[in-house]
């Protein structure tokens, strides 16, 4: 097993969090931290990854004929694709908001919480 | 019904009681909404209380298989919701606080919004729900599941008041960096799974610790991301800047749930994932977890402190006070022992009732003059007596004046800590609770002259009234529920049935061999016993130590005159705090490498 995709999902992770912490606009940000969760999803797919091994679906292969991978992170990851449209869906509500009231989305202008 | 069958009840019925009020609040009546949602919520505290009383012994773990997918000879697939006195005790302080905070909401917000009467209610059983879930779950995944859904109800009660500047922004705040803490736990989990292939924390824990000789790279790995994500909800510091801002802007009675139950959840879960999955030959040796919890601890409280004393804006004072407090009950955690945790679930239990209460008295301060500025607010509070006496009381009880359950739950984990911890336990009680009277006294006593404000700080000043207009009247509602959460606190201190039941549930938490052995072979095992907490002599006199200092400190701050400026030193640890959401992500990527570098 390659360590790249591990490799590619600290990456990922880092990026992601760089992004937010120089973000200018925060539409922005709020992809930066989808960006973080993608991270998420590819460490979870390399986890359950099987050289030679197919989708783990037993309609058309008798089970135990061939490598399957490893169903139980795909659905880790599909509940945690959920989770990531609940946050995104409602942070991006929360910066239309923002911008309504405060007339910006650039987070270094927000400043009234300080101290 | 067993113990155990009630167990999926206390998640199912409040998320059933949020459907309803989803899908027929549109049509209710705000009366029939709110009702219903106290129903629900009350019916809930009931359940849990039924199951806390029916448990057989303190140290009993009643187990339920979701859909009865059992264990085959220690090895299972299954969702797993333990149910031992800890988690349960947990679920029923938020179950038992809901319903405080939906009675206080009950004349607080005067006018939902149009025809979304059922809204509120709804998202605050949800919370509830989320809480309640994460406190029972035996399983790594489906605390991160319930650990976001509380995250994501909480991220939008925050912003509840959508149409208010600084509201969005703190929720905004709040739900960046919770999110990103709940992604690091993800990517624990993960690693954890590819080195166990499981899930459950029982199923983790013995898989680690057929693998003695100490953790690798990747275990440590492992506990410091799913640490972290329970350390940011928890408010430790670096992690802890979300906190203040989130509760400067939230609804009153939301930041009842938030600084008394929510954050604590964040403890519990950091011990609990130790105690039940690390805490073997092969997870994390005992020496470095108590170097690290030890350390954030007392950083947390140090400065948590610091921060409190500086604030004139009554609900960012009552925040940093919060994060005082996990500190000390971080450094509870750290002790490792029956009594460091019997000494934190005393503290947490009455903490929240005084935090709870403490945030009620400041909402009717805010809902009566539009204001939520010690400064401004100077002498205004003289004509609400009792409003008055609640406020100080619980200032001292912050501070540790037995018998409150704060004094008593203090007193039992500095003395589970020792040496220096005691000196530390006792001053940041004292600071925390001298600026709650500070604040009190120049509120509701008018003592010490107005002093002047500076442009550097968040005042409170000008803060929209959560209700229509300004109230003339304090509705009785609104007084009721800190005096009821208030005298809970005293009970937490006062009852010994309940420091007995603490202790056990403390001896069974601390029991990793048990747990497996109760959770994946149905085996019950007792717990080596330890005494209960209880009350002595040294624990009474340095909380009336603390409480004395509380109140010295307090009249002397008041009556220095006061410098426009800001003290020096305290700048640099102001700008800290710059609101700004790209600095506290690089504070929580700081966090991450200073708990590494800690456990390696």
Not at chain 1, 43 to 72: C, E, K, M, N, Q
Not at chain 2, 66 to 73: A, D, E, Q, S, V
Not at chain 2, 196 to 206: D, K, N, P, S
Not at chain 2, 348 to 373: M, N
């Given at each position: 097993?390659?360590?790249?995709?591990?490799?590619?999902?600290?990456?990922?992770?880092?990026?992601?969090?760089?992004?937010?912490?120089?973000?200018?606009?925060?539409?922005?940000?709020?992809?930066?931290?989808?960006?973080?969760?993608?991270?998420?999803?590819?460490?979870?797919?390399?986890?359950?990854?099987?050289?030679?091994?197919?989708?783990?679906?037993?309609?058309?292969?008798?089970?135990?004929?061939?490598?399957?991978?490893?169903?139980?992170?795909?659905?880790?990851?599909?509940?945690?694709?959920?989770?990531?449209?609940?946050?995104?869906?409602?942070?991006?509500?929360?910066?239309?908001?923002?911008?309504?009231?405060?007339?910006?989305?650039?987070?270094?202008?927000?400043?009234?919480?300080?101290? | 019904?067993?113990?155990?069958?009630?167990?999926?009840?206390?998640?199912?019925?409040?998320?059933?009681?949020?459907?309803?009020?989803?899908?027929?609040?549109?049509?209710?009546?705000?009366?029939?909404?709110?009702?219903?949602?106290?129903?629900?919520?009350?019916?809930?505290?009931?359940?849990?209380?039924?199951?806390?009383?029916?448990?057989?012994?303190?140290?009993?773990?009643?187990?339920?298989?979701?859909?009865?997918?059992?264990?085959?000879?220690?090895?299972?697939?299954?969702?797993?919701?333990?149910?031992?006195?800890?988690?349960?005790?947990?679920?029923?302080?938020?179950?038992?606080?809901?319903?405080?905070?939906?009675?206080?909401?009950?004349?607080?917000?005067?006018?939902?919004?149009?025809?979304?009467?059922?809204?509120?209610?709804?998202?605050?059983?949800?919370?509830?729900?989320?809480?309640?879930?994460?406190?029972?779950?035996?399983?790594?995944?489906?605390?991160?599941?319930?650990?976001?859904?509380?995250?994501?109800?909480?991220?939008?009660?925050?912003?509840?008041?959508?149409?208010?500047?600084?509201?969005?922004?703190?929720?905004?705040?709040?739900?960046?960096?919770?999110?990103?803490?709940?992604?690091?736990?993800?990517?624990?989990?993960?690693?954890?799974?590819?080195?166990?292939?499981?899930?459950?924390?029982?199923?983790?824990?013995?898989?680690?610790?057929?693998?003695?000789?100490?953790?690798?790279?990747?275990?440590?790995?492992?506990?410091?991301?799913?640490?972290?994500?329970?350390?940011?909800?928890?408010?430790a510091v670096?992690?802890?800047?979300?906190?203040?801002?989130?509760?400067?802007?939230?609804?009153?009675?939301?930041?009842?749930?938030?600084?008394?139950?929510?954050?604590?959840?964040?403890?519990?879960?950091?011990?609990?994932?130790?105690?039940?999955?690390?805490?073997?030959?092969?997870?994390?040796?005992?020496?470095?977890?108590?170097r690290a919890l030890l350390a954030l601890g007392v950083l947390t409280a140090v400065l948590g402190a610091?921060?409190?004393?500086?604030?004139?804006?009554?609900?960012?004072?009552?925040?940093?006070?919060?994060?005082a407090?996990t500190g000390l009950?971080l450094i509870g955690?750290a002790?490792?022992?029956?009594?460091?945790?019997?000494?934190?679930?005393?503290?947490?239990?009455?903490?929240?009732?005084?935090?709870?209460?403490?945030?009620?008295?400041?909402?009717?301060?805010?809902?009566?003059?539009?204001?939520?500025?010690?400064?401004?607010?100077?002498?205004?509070?003289?004509?609400?007596?009792?409003?008055?006496?609640?406020?100080?009381?619980?200032?001292?009880?912050?501070?540790?004046?037995?018998?409150?359950?704060?004094?008593?739950?203090?007193?039992?984990?500095?003395?589970?800590a020792?040496?220096w911890a005691?000196a530390l336990f006792?001053v940041v009680?004292?600071?925390?609770?001298?600026?709650?009277?500070?604040?009190?006294?120049?509120?509701?006593?008018?003592?010490?002259?107005?002093?002047?404000?500076?442009?550097?700080?968040?005042?409170?000043?000008?803060?929209?009234?959560?209700?229509?207009?300004?109230?003339?009247?304090?509705?009785?509602?609104?007084?009721?529920?800190?005096?009821?959460?208030?005298?809970?606190?005293?009970?937490?201190?006062?009852?010994?049935?309940?420091?007995?039941?603490?202790?056990?549930?403390?001896?069974?938490?601390?029991?990793?061999?048990?747990?497996?052995?109760?959770?994946?072979?149905?085996?019950?095992?007792?717990?080596?016993?330890?005494?209960?907490?209880?009350?002595?002599?040294?624990?009474?006199?340095?909380?009336?130590?603390?409480?004395?200092?509380?109140?010295?400190?307090?009249?002397?701050?008041?009556?220095?005159?006061?410098?426009?400026?800001?003290?020096?030193?305290?700048?640099?640890?102001?700008?800290?705090?710059?609101?700004?959401?790209?600095?506290?992500?690089?504070?929580?990527?700081?966090?991450?490498?200073?708990?590494?570098?800690l456990?390696?």
């Amino acid at each position: 097993m390659s360590v790249l995709p591990y490799l590619c999902a600290g990456w990922l992770f880092l990026i992601g969090c760089y992004g937010l912490a120089t973000s200018r606009n925060l539409i922005h940000a709020v992809g930066c931290l989808a960006v973080c969760q993608s991270a998420t999803y590819v460490l979870l797919l390399a986890v359950g990854y099987r050289h030679g091994g197919t989708a783990p679906v037993f309609s058309d292969i008798a089970p135990g004929s061939r490598p399957v991978v490893d169903p139980v992170v795909q659905a880790l990851t599909l509940t945690d694709i959920v989770i990531g449209a609940t946050v995104t869906a409602l942070l991006l509500a929360l910066v239309i908001q923002i911008a309504k009231r405060h007339r910006t989305v650039d987070p270094d202008e927000l400043s009234e919480l300080r101290g | 019904m067993t113990v155990a069958r009630m167990l999926p009840l206390i998640v199912a019925v409040p998320l059933f009681g949020a459907a309803v009020l989803v899908g027929a609040g549109r049509r209710l009546p705000r009366p029939a909404a709110e009702v219903l949602g106290l129903v629900f919520a009350a019916g809930t505290a009931a359940l849990a209380l039924a199951a806390s009383a029916a448990l057989p012994s303190a140290t009993a773990r009643p187990v339920e298989w979701l859909g009865g997918w059992r264990p085959h000879g220690g090895v299972s697939v299954g969702i797993v919701l333990v149910g031992d006195r800890t988690g349960l005790g947990l679920a029923t302080l938020v179950s038992l606080l809901v319903p405080a905070a939906l009675a206080y909401a009950w004349r607080y917000f005067d006018e939902p919004p149009r025809r979304h009467a059922g809204s509120f209610p709804a998202l605050v059983l949800l919370f509830q729900a989320g809480m309640c879930g994460f406190a029972l779950t035996g399983d790594l995944f489906n605390a991160f599941v319930f650990f976001e859904l509380m995250g994501v109800v909480a991220y939008a009660l925050t912003g509840y008041r959508v149409e208010e500047a600084r509201a969005v922004q703190g929720g905004l705040v709040f739900g960046v960096v919770n999110s990103l803490g709940g992604y690091t736990t993800l990517l624990g989990i993960g690693l954890l799974y590819a080195r166990t292939g499981e899930l459950g924390l029982a199923q983790i824990g013995r898989a680690l610790d057929a693998r003695p000789g100490g953790p690798d790279a990747l275990v440590i790995a492992a506990f410091v991301l799913v640490a972290t994500g329970l350390l940011v909800k928890a408010a430790a510091v670096p992690f802890h800047f979300w906190l203040a801002d989130a509760h400067a802007v939230a609804p009153t009675p939301v930041c009842m749930l938030l600084s008394g139950v929510m954050v604590e959840l964040g403890v519990y879960g950091t011990a609990r994932v130790y105690w039940t999955a690390f805490a073997g030959p092969g997870g994390i040796p005992a020496p470095d977890a108590h170097r690290a919890l030890l350390a954030l601890g007392v950083l947390t409280a140090v400065l948590g402190a610091a921060m409190c004393w500086q604030q004139r804006h009554l609900k960012r004072l009552l925040a940093y006070s919060t994060v005082a407090h996990t500190g000390l009950f971080l450094i509870g955690l750290a002790v490792l022992t029956p009594e460091g945790i019997g000494g934190v679930a005393l503290y947490v239990l009455a903490h929240a009732g005084v935090k709870a209460a403490l945030f009620a008295c400041v909402g009717v301060l805010l809902d009566r003059f539009g204001s939520v500025d010690e400064y401004e607010l100077h002498g205004k509070g003289r004509e609400l007596p009792w409003l008055a006496g609640m406020f100080g009381t619980g200032g001292l009880a912050l501070a540790g004046l037995p018998p409150f359950g704060t004094a008593l739950g203090k007193a039992v984990t500095e003395e589970a800590a020792g040496g220096w911890a005691t000196a530390l336990f006792v001053v940041v009680s004292a600071v925390t609770g001298g600026a709650v009277l500070r604040a009190g006294a120049r509120v509701f006593l008018g003592l010490g002259s107005r002093p002047p404000g500076s442009p550097e700080e968040t005042t409170g000043e000008g803060e929209e009234p959560e209700t229509r207009r300004l109230l003339a009247r304090i509705p009785d509602s609104m007084l009721l529920a800190p005096t009821v959460l208030l005298a809970c606190a005293l009970a937490v201190g006062l009852v010994p049935g309940l420091r007995s039941a603490v202790g056990g549930a403390a001896d069974a938490f601390t029991d990793h061999a048990g747990y497996l052995a109760a959770v994946l072979d149905g085996r019950a095992t007792e717990p080596a016993p330890t005494p209960a907490p209880h009350w002595t002599t040294p624990g009474v006199v340095w909380g009336l130590l603390a409480s004395v200092l509380a109140v010295v400190l307090a009249l002397l701050a008041v009556q220095r005159p006061v410098a426009g400026e800001p003290v020096r030193w305290t700048v640099p640890l102001r700008r800290l705090h710059s609101g700004h959401v790209g600095d506290y992500v690089a504070w929580f990527l700081a966090g991450v490498t200073l708990l590494a570098a800690l456990l390696v």
